[in-house]
């Protein structure tokens, strides 16, 4: 008897005599017995058809529903080290992960397996930034059209960008349209929310792209299973000097003003006092989490919290770090610039006092795209932003970069060093580190390196 | 909806139960709202501001921001600047670049200066236009709320209820409007099972109630809370009935929960209509459900009752019949027959039916076929008792079917019993009796009562007869020799002096006098 395939909201249907042999290749299926016969989640669709090919079942395969695409062609010539990683890839049967570092060309990879396959593909990305920027980047390349998932649009085309939000609200409508799905900055598919994305899509061949695949709380391991495994790993020592501009790293601390200074420690102390009050000792995120708890009926604990953000506000937003800015400034006027901050508020700050074309996560989609255009083409030759800039944009010859207040996080440094490390004018890039004396900031920076 | 940060729950006892707002809440809901109503023309910012304080002042925070929450929806904000703050800002930025960046106060003028000649606008409306588009510099334009203090309680708790579903991983529902829940669980592209509460296995004796089981098609594989915000959703069509119950699996960060709302909680849909009057698929069976009910029967009618599996699908009767001997449905063993009136419809629809019944768990069921379908045999051969009918269903041919149920009930109830009771009382009626052992007073026909004499309907000891009968004489007023019986509990005096050997010489309407026969 026949197996009939269906995709059925993210999961794959099966109907029909299932050997057992195929039920043990795919620990996966499970007996529905809502719907009868049985189910996979879509991600499992591949190893289900190869299981019954193995086992010689008549299969009628419904589960794609592919429209038809002209064969692709890109016009970029693969660098070596470009090429390696594509052929590890395809030799992984088409599923896996690559780790290059940020500025070596991973679109170009992902644009090339793209080509090879020809067949229509989704491409995901974790920001509006990066959804225009490929979008911008397909749409030179081939001759179809694009369509988007996210930034206000709706729209399916055989290739697609989406970002991982509206991703995850679409998988079980179109996980069945794709035959290629393309994750980059890969590494966020391993959170908890985003794992549905890869697992609803049913899409055979995929492919990872990330400048750090390992995360600290071993969700690659998750990753692995849902993509495939890490295939290749370039590091940016492996490419510094011939592909990569070199940069130094200039540290600037200051101090806060005097009344600063007293509204830090007025605050700090609150925050300190409560927890010898109340016996927390502040060890690991659980003893966090156990004050915010508290804090729901505690007002004291909540004024406590409250005082805790008003002395890291105070911190970050600095009167004397929006000084040392126009120093740098100042220093740089014929170079191009970048300032990162953590806070709108501080972002808006910078932009309100030295008319810095701004963009943060308020910034409408048409202004946010005027102002990267206008950066690109030299129009503006310095920009200000909050972390919406921190992945993967493609922001050409910056060779100043400003970190006015980090979250020391491993792979925000990275990737904001990686904003800059861009030859201009065979100038040497530069990272300055904007800190504040003497606060938990300082250990958070030191923990950096 | 809220943001889940501002839910309220008590996870008291393992469970997971909203905290819902309260009368007692109802002057912090108040100042709420008179806090929006006083920041009309204000900017966000300081409105913001205003509600923080109430933070303060309120017990819980974040019932002060679920509240604003709420008032939200009902809030306009707006930009308020002399010139389009993005035009500003492209004028200003221009001008900066060309004065090869801004660092001093003194060159800052100068681009704003700049950037005024360039817009020809003043130069004190470009700096107030810079940034007045940002969110906390927007202005509150308008607060329209279509509630009153009262009204704004009623739409928090039914948010709250829906917050705490975000996390939900599977619910179960009963509902007085299971076609109506079916259809959104179909709608919102979930997946349902029908389970029996005995299907626990436990044989308690409890009649079986059938719950709606809702969860995603991705549950087989994880307990995923993918599928939260549609349980929310699904909650607005569950409240509007006039009686229901869900219980939700809710995974806490990893514990899971139970969540238990039912329509004893303040949880309604505010634009719901009134709960419905009775509506009906058919004229057909609104003209049966009326005529029924007009008749005094053993049996009581509800309408749409609950979901029964067939198959892999649900089917939801039109009616179903509750045994209640005496019209008191709590007297008897708990019995149902579902009732379905098979109109004429379409050709899909039949054959749908016919599936239907053909798979359906295993219920007592009548149904009704319009004559002009055919398909009276066909509905025959799936164990369902047919009734067929044209133009409408005639009560009558209902009854008789019911009446054989009937029939059966009784037997078996009489089957039940022993051959000979001996009850305590002196006197008992066997209406009494039966409804004593829950069965009918048929079913008492074939029980010998060894130490009771049958009177009328009634059982007495031979010795309360003697003694009733020293009381009596020949040549008694009627109603001295009743209101003697009376007193012996023998309500029947009729019957009770033809026992003792009396009759009644009539003088009247009710006046006589009793003679020995």
């Not at chain 1, 990879?109 to 995901?124: F, G």
């Not at chain 1, 920027?133 to 988007?148: C, H, N, S």
């Not at chain 2, 002042?57 to 929806?73: I, N, P, S």
């Not at chain 2, 900066?96 to 020809?120: F, Y």
């Amino acid at each position: 008897m026949t197996v009939v395939l269906r995709f059925e909201n993210g999961s794959v249907r099966v109907d029909g005599d299932v050997p057992d042999a195929v039920l043990d290749a795919v620990p996966e299926m499970e007996a529905d017995p809502r719907s009868g016969g049985y189910r996979t989640p879509a991600v499992a669709y591949a190893a289900v058809r190869d299981a019954l090919a193995a086992a010689d079942v008549d299969v009628d395969d419904r589960v794609l529903d592919l429209d038809s695409l002209p064969a692709l062609d890109t016009t970029y010539e693969l660098r070596s080290y470009q090429e390696d990683a594509l052929d590890a890839w395809t030799d992984a049967d088409r599923r896996g992960n690559l780790e290059l570092p940020t500025g070596s060309g991973k679109t170009v990879i992902a644009i090339a397996a793209m080509a090879a396959l020809s067949t229509p593909t989704l491409v995901v990305v974790p920001t509006i930034d990066l959804l225009e920027q490929w979008r911008r980047e397909l749409d030179a390349e081939f001759d179809v059209p694009i369509g988007q998932f996210g930034g206000g649009q709706q729209r399916f085309e055989p290739i697609t960008v989406s970002t991982y939000d509206s991703a995850y609200l679409k998988a079980e409508d179109v996980g069945d349209r794709f035959g290629f799905v393309v994750f980059d900055e890969v590494h966020h598919l391993g959170g908890e929310g985003y794992r549905d994305v890869a697992r609803l899509l049913a899409a055979p061949a995929r492919m990872g792209l990330t400048a750090t695949f390992e995360r600290p709380d071993d969700a690659h391991e998750v990753v692995a299973e849902l993509v495939g495994p890490l295939v290749h790993r370039l590091s940016v020592d492996d490419l510094a000097g011939e592909h990569l501009a070199p940069y130094d790293v200039k540290r600037v601390e200051v101090d806060l003003t005097p009344d600063e200074r007293e509204r830090y420690e007025a605050n700090q102390e609150t925050f300190t006092d409560y927890l010898a009050q109340s016996g927390i000792q502040m060890r690991s995120g659980s003893d966090y989490q156990e004050l915010v708890k508290r804090s729901g009926n505690d007002p004291a604990a909540r004024e406590a919290l409250l005082a805790k953000e008003r002395a890291r506000r105070i911190m970050l937003g600095s009167e004397a770090k929006v000084d040392a800015l126009g120093d740098v400034l100042d220093r740089h006027r014929d170079d191009r610039v970048i300032v990162f901050t953590a806070h709108n508020d501080f972002a808006y700050r910078v932009a309100e006092r030295f008319l810095v074309p701004v963009i943060t996560h308020q910034t409408s989609a048409s202004e946010r795209k005027e102002v990267l255009q206008r950066f690109r083409d030299g129009r503006y030759s310095r920009i200000v932003s909050s972390n919406v800039l921190d992945e993967g944009v493609d922001v050409p010859e910056a060779n100043v970069g400003v970190v006015c207040s980090g979250s020391g996080s491993e792979r925000e440094f990275t990737q904001r060093l990686g904003r800059i490390l861009r030859p201009r004018d065979g100038k040497t890039a530069r990272l300055y580190e904007i800190v504040s004396q003497d606060t938990a900031e300082e250990r958070v920076a030191s923990r950096r390196r | 909806m809220l943001t889940k940060d501002l839910l309220r729950v008590s996870r008291r006892g393992g469970g997971y139960q909203p905290v819902f707002a309260d009368r007692e809440d109802r002057p912090l809901a108040a100042r709420v709202v008179g806090t929006f109503q006083g920041h009309v023309d204000e900017t966000r910012g300081d409105l913001d501001g205003a509600l923080r304080e109430l933070e303060g002042d309120a017990e819980d925070f974040k019932l002060v921001r679920g509240l604003a929450k709420c008032c939200e929806h009902a809030a306009r904000f707006e930009t308020r600047a002399p010139v389009t703050p993005s035009s500003v800002r492209r004028a200003a930025f221009v001008a900066a670049e060309e004065l090869d960046g801004v660092v001093t106060p003194a060159e800052r003028e100068r681009a704003l200066d700049r950037a005024a000649d360039s817009l020809a606008v003043a130069v004190d409306d470009v700096d107030a236009s810079l940034f007045a588009d940002l969110e906390e510099r927007q202005v509150l334009a308008s607060f329209d709320a279509p509630w009153d203090p009262d009204g704004l309680l009623a739409q928090y708790n039914l948010s709250l209820a829906q917050t705490a579903l975000f996390d939900a991983v599977e619910v179960r529902v009963r509902s007085s409007d299971p076609k109506a829940l079916v259809s959104a669980v179909k709608r919102l592209r979930l997946m349902y099972e029908i389970r029996k509460s005995d299907d626990d296995g436990v044989a308690d004796g409890s009649p079986t109630v059938r719950e709606v089981v809702v969860t995603g098609p991705d549950a087989l594989f994880s307990r995923s809370r993918r599928y939260g915000t549609r349980f929310a959703r699904l909650l607005r069509t569950v409240a509007k009935a006039s009686e229901w119950r869900l219980e939700a699996t809710v995974d806490d960060h990893g514990t899971e929960r139970e969540l238990v709302l039912s329509d004893d909680d303040p949880v309604r849909v505010p634009d719901a209509e009134p709960v419905a009057e009775v509506s009906f698929d058919s004229g057909v069976e609104a003209d049966f459900a009326a005529r029924f009910e007009g008749l005094d029967l053993d049996w009581v009618l509800s309408r749409e009752p609950e979901p029964l599996a067939t198959g892999y699908r649900v089917m939801i009767p039109d009616f179903a019949f509750d045994y209640a001997p005496g019209g008191d449905s709590d007297a008897g063993p708990d019995f149902r027959v579902f009732f379905e009136v098979m109109g004429f419809w379409t050709p899909e629809y039949v054959e749908k039916k016919l599936s239907q019944l053909a798979d359906v768990e295993d219920v007592e069921m009548v149904v009704a076929v319009d004559e002009s379908l055919g398909v009276g045999e066909d509905v025959a051969s799936t164990d369902a008792a047919v009734v067929p009918y044209s133009g409408s269903v005639r009560v009558k041919d209902v009854v008789d079917v019911l009446r054989e149920y009937e029939r059966d009930l009784v037997a078996d109830a009489a089957a039940a019993l022993p051959g000979s009771l001996t009850p305590a009382d002196d006197v008992v009626t066997l209406a009494a009796l039966a409804e004593r052992k829950g069965v009918s007073e048929d079913a008492l026909a074939d029980v010998a009562f060894p130490e009771h004499e049958l009177v009328g309907r009634t059982l007495v000891r031979p010795a309360v007869l003697d003694d009733a009968a020293s009381e009596l004489a020949d040549g008694m007023a009627y109603g001295d020799a009743e209101a003697v019986l009376d007193e012996y509990g023998l309500d029947d005096a009729s019957a009770a002096l033809s026992t003792l050997g009396y009759r009644v010489e009539w003088t009247g309407l009710s006046g006589g006098t009793v003679r020995e026969k």
